[in-house]
């Protein structure tokens, strides 16, 4: 299913606008968490281009987040290079790390690739932890200097607004694109794509490397919006966290992990206060989606609400004559 139709555009303004009023109305609170669901929504969005769209199993999407956001940490505390530098050095990090682990990953079997990049991202995630010298270890590394232009929440809110909106649009030209469609072919029968002639294991890599590239973006995000980085952005439980929300919103849509994104993150931060047992919930939502709503909520109403093909309804209107 496509989001498409003649009030998918004004639609998309109308949000846009609201979004761009939300920091003169909301207080400084409510603004973060709205800023921090833009970056995790974009990191939702670049997993949804390999699982969702390619049907791959990567399982450890976070360890790209979190070598996006240290490459800028790392450059922004320890050179004098610009900060553009950095903010472009995360991303092509987290692409060239995508690329190295894809290249091993897209020759195995759907569950081996998981497997094993659960345990590459894992040893990255071990070296960042270990690494005081360098990293901070799991102190991370803290009062990262932004420039002026960005340096409040509501600069930076306007600042991630204006890359994620550029991000999505490039994503969702992906995946409309041919490349795209062959990539949903491949998922649904590689064999059948081999046959004709389609390279299944460069169009793989090439979409990992895509995914990894915004998800390097939205870890360059992440230090714009928080000034600090920390091992955990490198952890399973993040990886689990955006895995679920491409689930909850749907993924087989384009825009459900954004929904899954805010539904996440709004628990998270709410639920947290009162217990600290999140990644127990994060168990429950799980089984919840995968017994009651495989197809996510985006997936859901997209089967309930949105109008059938008309022959599709005349052949129901002649089974019920029938």
Not at 8 to 34: D, H, M
Not at 101 to 109: D, Y
Not at 274 to 291: D, N, Q, S
Request: hydrophobic fraction near 55%.
């Amino acid at each position: 299913m496509q989001w498409r139709g003649k009030w998918q555009w004004p639609s998309v303004a109308v949000i846009v606008g609201l979004l761009l009023l939300l920091p003169f109305v909301l207080p400084r609170f409510y603004t973060y968490i709205i800023a921090l669901i833009f970056v995790t929504a974009l990191l939702a969005m670049s997993l949804n281009l390999t699982v969702g769209y390619g049907g791959m199993f990567q399982f450890h999407h976070g360890v790209f987040y979190g070598v996006g956001a240290y490459t800028v940490a790392l450059i922004l505390t320890k050179t004098k290079l610009p900060a553009w530098v950095a903010f472009a050095a995360g991303p092509v990090a987290a692409a060239i790390t995508g690329l190295l682990i894809g290249g091993f990953c897209v020759r195995l079997t759907r569950l081996y690739f998981g497997m094993l990049q659960i345990s590459l991202g894992s040893l990255i995630w071990a070296i960042v932890f270990r690494w005081y010298s360098f990293t901070g270890g799991d102190d991370g590394i803290h009062g990262i200097p932004m420039p002026d232009f960005i340096s409040s929440l509501k600069s930076s809110y306007y600042f991630i607004l204006a890359v994620l909106i550029v991000s999505l649009y490039l994503l969702y030209r992906i995946v409309n694109s041919p490349f795209g469609r062959t990539l949903q072919a491949i998922r649904d029968n590689p064999e059948r794509c081999e046959a004709v002639g389609v390279n299944v294991r460069r169009h793989q890599l090439a979409a990992i490397v895509i995914a990894t590239f915004f998800a390097g973006v939205a870890g360059v995000l992440f230090v714009v919006l928080e000034g600090s980085v920390f091992p955990d952005l490198l952890f399973w439980v993040l990886s689990l966290e955006v895995f679920i929300m491409c689930l909850l919103g749907g993924w087989f849509t384009f825009a459900g992990p954004i929904l899954g994104a805010a539904i996440i993150v709004s628990l998270r931060t709410f639920v947290g206060i009162y217990t600290e047992y999140w990644t127990l919930i994060l168990g429950v939502i799980l089984i919840f989606l995968i017994f009651f709503l495989p197809e996510g909520v985006m997936g859901f109403l997209m089967k309930r609400f949105a109008p059938q093909p008309k022959a599709q309804v005349a052949e129901r209107g002649n089974h019920a004559q029938g």
